[in-house]
């Protein structure tokens, strides 16, 4: 939730989102959204969702690839806040809608996302229906219409990709979880069989694939913990951090030699390959899923920073240089069993020089990801640095007694339209 808010913050002064809160500026209300606005929940939700994974720097789960976070919290805050729930009711809310999310991705497996959907937008709808219902207290009658009719509405597609549309439909989706609870809590009826009958959720989008035993484990295991979210050190798509790492290491103290570079050589899953689409960025959109964006960026700077999402720099004479000498290929080793499972957006850079002489790194996973996470101290880091780039000061964080309820109220608070 830390995290969520602090890249909510960064992405109010997005200019897509100061265009969205501006258009949705008319509805008051007492919720509060990135920009500073007083509005209703589903403005609140739709700004504060796209806010919060316009610089694709909000958190992500490998059970199904789902940005869960940026849905999920949007739309429990906001109805929280109108409600009056306590930050313990939208803590609450939060985890169930995100553990209903992450074991819908792992019911689903990977080929959801390979077939081309967009799991943050249908296992994520999901999930943040049943958090909403949560909130509202509705009865597991009215719940599971609610969830019924949130699996049949369903199904975004990743043509989404390097558009507006993306970190828009997030918020979209939030927004979307509050009005499908509602009806529900109005009295409306949805499918109790969505998931299972011959024209519902696993049948279309996920090729008939049923495997819900995971969710007989629900309130056993915690996929929050098992297997635990990657956590962003780079604005960027998750499927570049291994290839940021690895360029990273092999360029540490030699910044001296990046003229001498002939070659940079990504090997990567075909996982990856069909993420990062963009060899040649023309928008801060796209840049976000180019490898060769990231890892120019990781030889100049060590990584991905907020900053290199600004249009001047997509221009950068240094960063077009390297990215022209920089290729991706999809490993079929690494696409295979083991590793497809055990490192699913892994990377091996090459470094070939004019002299000659390579170098090799393989990263299997980046820092920030589950068995590789971020300290206490690391995520207040990234806190601050998001709210250094909203506009705002830094703050001292104690994770162990924070309100994170009100810490968003008041930093979303702050958030000002340009």
């Known amino acids: 939730m830390l995290d969520t808010i602090g890249v909510i913050v960064a992405g109010s002064v997005h200019p897509g989102v100061q265009k969205l809160a501006r258009h949705m500026a008319g509805v008051k209300g007492g919720c509060v959204a990135a920009s500073g606005l007083a509005t209703d929940p589903i403005s609140a939700a739709t700004i504060n969702g796209m806010a919060a994974h316009v610089w694709d720097f909000d958190d992500n789960s490998y059970t199904g690839m789902i940005h869960g976070s940026a849905v999920i919290f949007p739309a429990v805050f906001a109805v929280g806040q109108e409600a009056g729930a306590s930050s313990d009711d939208i803590l609450l809310a939060f985890l169930l809608g995100s553990e209903i999310a992450y074991t819908l991705g792992e019911i689903c497996t990977h080929s959801h996302f390979l077939r081309g959907w967009w799991p943050t937008g249908t296992c994520g709808l999901i999930g943040a229906t049943a958090g909403v219902c949560k909130i509202l207290g509705l009865t597991a009658h009215q719940t599971a219409n609610a969830i019924g ?4 509405s369903a199904g975004i597609e990743r043509a989404i990709a390097g558009t507006d549309a993306k970190p828009y439909l997030v918020g979209n989706v939030a927004g979307q979880a509050i009005t499908l609870a509602r009806a529900a809590q109005a009295g409306l009826t949805g499918p109790h069989e969505a998931f299972e009958q011959k024209n ?14 995971q969710a007989k484990e629900l309130g056993e295991r915690w996929r929050i913990h098992e297997p635990g979210l990657l956590f962003k050190t780079s ?4 499927g570049a951090h291994a290839a940021i790492e690895a360029t990273a290491t092999l360029l540490k103290d030699k910044s001296d030699r990046l003229e001498e570079i002939e070659h940079i050589a990504a090997e990567v899953p075909q996982l990856v390959a069909d993420s990062l689409v963009y060899d040649r960025p023309t928008n801060t959109q796209e840049a976000q899923f180019s490898l060769p964006y990231s890892v120019a960026c990781a030889a100049l700077h060590g990584r991905v920073r907020l900053a290199d999402l600004e249009e001047v720099e ?8 390297l990215m022209a000498k920089t290729s991706m290929l999809a490993s079929a080793e690494l696409s295979e069993e083991p590793l497809a499972s055990e490192c699913p957006e892994s990377t091996k850079i090459t470094i070939r020089y004019v002299s000659g002489e390579t170098e090799t790194h393989f990263c299997g996973e980046a820092f920030g990801m589950p068995r590789r996470p971020l300290s206490d101290a690391d995520l207040v880091e990234k806190f601050n640095d998001c709210l250094r780039f909203g506009g705002l000061v830094e703050r001292p964080i104690d994770l162990q007694g924070v309100d994170l309820s009100l810490l968003a109220t008041e930093v979303l608070g702050a958030t000002r339209l340009s």
């Open 314 to 321: 997509l221009h950068d004479a240094l960063k077009l240089g």
């Open 235 to 238: 604005p960027v798509c998750s």
């Open 200 to 213: 519902g959720f696993f049948s279309l989008l996920n090729g008939g694939h049923p495997a819900v035993v």
């Open 149 to 152: 009719t949130a699996a049949v």
